[in-house]
């Protein structure tokens, strides 16, 4: 089986003409989902041939805007009453990102509420089914809120989206015997930001973990300037992809 992996969203926090936030859809033969829901993540999705209609599942990273700031054109969407599933659309993120999440809801009243989403807590150790997806929940180092994601289809084939993280172990378990993975890198070398990867720690984590391929994304303009794919390689001997908007990768 093929897993089909789009980077919708490959930018960060800082508007960008090229690149939207961050935001990426998981496919299998059967399931749609998508990860993280940046701002401008729903035109992208819908330039994929994809809309809150045909999704599965969103998942959320952690609480901070640039992951999340599309879930509320989402809700709001789904007040158009032509605008209808079949079956709810399943929101997963960790409980403090849907506390947030919910306070924002609480202040729009009315246009926030509907019955077509769904709300599901997730913390690090849990094993979610979604379609013929098995999704495990990980731990990573970047915010309170932050949990990460490994999406498993029947034949084993792994892809692993830990949002942002710093170096560490739980970072290297969802990672671990993964085909593919999407990790961001939002800085050099010399402009460490806790919480974050650098070319030197992302290909020191895609190295521990056997990565055949590695998918850079979530590039601020100071990790645009450097030859991010030349830097990660002199630690990495996998394939090294500097995404843009709207790629797509085939894993199997």
Do not use: N
């Not at 100071?222 to 030859?227: H, R």
């Amino acid at each position: 089986m093929t897993l089909h992996v789009t980077t919708l969203g490959t930018g960060t926090a800082l508007p960008d003409a090229a690149r939207g936030p961050t935001s990426t859809l998981v496919r299998s033969a059967t399931t749609t989902v998508v990860v993280d829901l940046g701002s401008g993540a729903l035109q992208k999705l819908a330039a994929a041939d994809h809309s809150p209609l045909t999704v599965d599942a969103v998942l959320l990273t952690h609480a901070h805007l640039d992951h999340i700031a599309d879930v509320f054109p989402l809700l709001f969407t789904f007040i158009v009453p032509y605008y209808r599933r079949t079956t709810p659309l399943r929101l997963l993120a960790s409980t403090d990102t849907l506390r947030r999440i919910e306070q924002a809801r609480e202040a729009f009243d009315h246009w926030m509420q509907t019955d077509q989403v769904v709300f599901e807590a997730v913390e690090a150790g849990d094993a979610v089914t979604i379609g013929d997806l098995t999704v495990t929940v990980g731990t990573v180092d970047h915010d309170a809120s932050s949990v990460g994601y490994r999406f498993t289809d029947a034949q084993g084939t792994a892809v692993a989206i830990p949002g942002d993280s710093a170096p560490c172990e739980g970072l290297d378990a969802l990672l671990a015997g993964a085909t593919l993975a999407v990790l961001e890198c939002s800085t050099p070398d010399e402009v460490f930001v806790p919480g974050h990867l650098t070319p030197v720690s992302l290909a020191a984590a895609a190295k521990r973990a056997g990565l055949a391929h590695l998918v850079v994304t979530h590039r601020y303009p100071l990790a645009q300037q450097i030859d991010v794919a030349a830097e990660v390689a002199r630690g990495y001997d996998g394939t090294v992809t500097v995404a843009e908007d709207g790629q797509t990768f085939e894993v199997s």
